[in-house]
Structure formats: C-alpha cells, structure tokens
C-alpha cells in the first residue's frame, strides 16, 4: 500500500475505533438506561453494541498494530505499545469479563445474593478497563497517532 493511502486508512481506523469507544461507552449506553423502563433490555442492547464495538477493536486495532510494527522502532516505538495494551484490553473484555458477566446475568442474579456482588464486581472492573481504553485512545488520537509522523513532520517545512 502507497505510504500516504496506509497512513489515511490508519487514520480511519483509529478515528472509527477510537469514536466508537467514546460514542457507544458514554453516549448510546447511558442513554439507552436513561430512557428505556427495561434495564435488562437496556443492558441487553448495551451488550450487543460493546461487542460488535470489541469486534471492530480487535480488527482495527490488529492492523494498527501491522502499521506500527512498520514504522521505524517497531515493538519499541510507543504508538506500538499503546495499540498493543488496548487490543488487550478488548481481547480481556470480551473473552475473560464479557462470558462471566454473561453468565452471572443469566442466572438471574437474586438481589443482594453472592452472584449479585460477583456481578457487580466484574462489571466494574470491565468498566475501569473500558475508561481504559478510552483514554489510552484519546492519546493516541491527540498525539496522531495515524499519521505515522509528528504534527509537525507532517505538515512539511516551516518560514525560512
């Protein structure tokens, strides 16, 4: 792929990932438990969406991933690592917390019960690890992180 066509489609795919998080995380979900009388539906569709999220995270980020391993640094280079930290992230998230959570939801946790704190307790932390992600994200969005150069690299010479 032409040099300035990979940077644009790392740019995509962080803008795409990144937003998703930021969108799915702290917009459509708490609106989604703000306005629905269901909250087992509520969380039900806040599910569904956080791990088509977590699908798009793990492809976008595997090729984020490819795109830094080619840059100069490779497994060194901090952009690389960030990536690296947030595809685990997701991979924990969604293989590790996502089926416990899961399972303890279907149970039907009885109020106050041990599945009940047990459930409370993964959603947490599944929770703490999304802010996570998120910020980790943001950086990389601030600090361009698809462009492969420095902001100031990128838009060429300066004055004389």
Do not use: C, K
């Not at 569709?45 to 080619?70: D, K, Q, W």
């Not at 992230?89 to 009885?110: D, K, S």
């Not at 041990?114 to 996570?132: I, Q, T």
């Amino acid at each position: 792929m032409q040099p300035l066509l990979w940077r644009s489609t790392e740019t995509l795919l962080l803008t795409l990932w990144v937003g998703g998080l930021w969108t799915v995380g702290y917009l459509a979900v708490p609106v989604l438990f703000h306005e629905l009388d269901d909250r087992a539906l509520a969380g039900t569709l806040a599910g569904r969406m956080f791990t088509a999220l977590a699908y798009l995270g793990l492809v976008a980020g595997s090729m984020l991933l490819i795109a830094g391993l080619r840059r100069p640094g490779g497994w060194r280079h901090w952009r690389t690592l960030v990536v690296l930290a947030m595809l685990g992230l997701v991979v924990i998230g969604q293989f590790v917390l996502q089926p416990a959570i899961a399972e303890l939801r279907a149970a039907r946790l009885a109020a106050g019960g041990e599945a009940a704190r047990e459930f409370a307790r993964l959603h947490g932390l599944a929770s703490v690890l999304y802010l996570v992600n998120s910020l980790l994200g943001m950086g990389l969005v601030l600090f361009g992180a698809g462009t492969g150069t420095s902001r100031a690299e990128a838009s060429g010479p300066q004055g004389p």
